[in-house]
């Protein structure tokens, strides 16, 4: 019996959308979202993470000024409590598609690491 690997993909995007651990996570971003303030600072975060992985990816270098620019904002978003919540759940949520990779990536290691 030939078996459909995106149909098992499919489900596991189905299961993920119906998990506690996502629905927290959506119910974070929707709390940072209706808070005007909260939403300005987030959007800004995470321009400026985005400006920075842009940045590593195409080889610059990133300045001493960048790097405490980064932190003063990482420790400011982390005093918003809606903010804190959400990186939270965004954190937990990654953890599980880690482990889920892993488990994943399973049969590609065990055949290459066969071949060692």
Do not use: C, W
Not at 36 to 53: G, I
Not at 54 to 77: C, D, F, L, P, R
């Amino acid at each position: 019996m030939a078996i459909n690997l995106y149909d098992s993909a499919h489900a596991l995007e189905a299961a993920i959308r119906q998990s506690d651990e996502y629905r927290a996570l959506q119910q974070a971003y929707n709390e940072v979202n209706a808070d005007p303030t909260a939403k300005k600072m987030f959007d800004q975060f995470r321009q400026m993470q985005m400006n920075l992985q842009q940045k590593q990816m195409m080889g610059q270098n990133i300045s001493e000024q960048e790097v405490q620019q980064a932190q003063a904002t990482v420790a400011q978003v982390q005093q918003n409590p809606k903010i804190a919540h959400l990186m939270q759940a965004e954190q937990r949520m990654s953890m599980i598609i880690g482990e889920l990779n892993q488990i994943i990536m399973k049969p590609l290691e065990e055949l290459y690491g066969k071949m060692q």
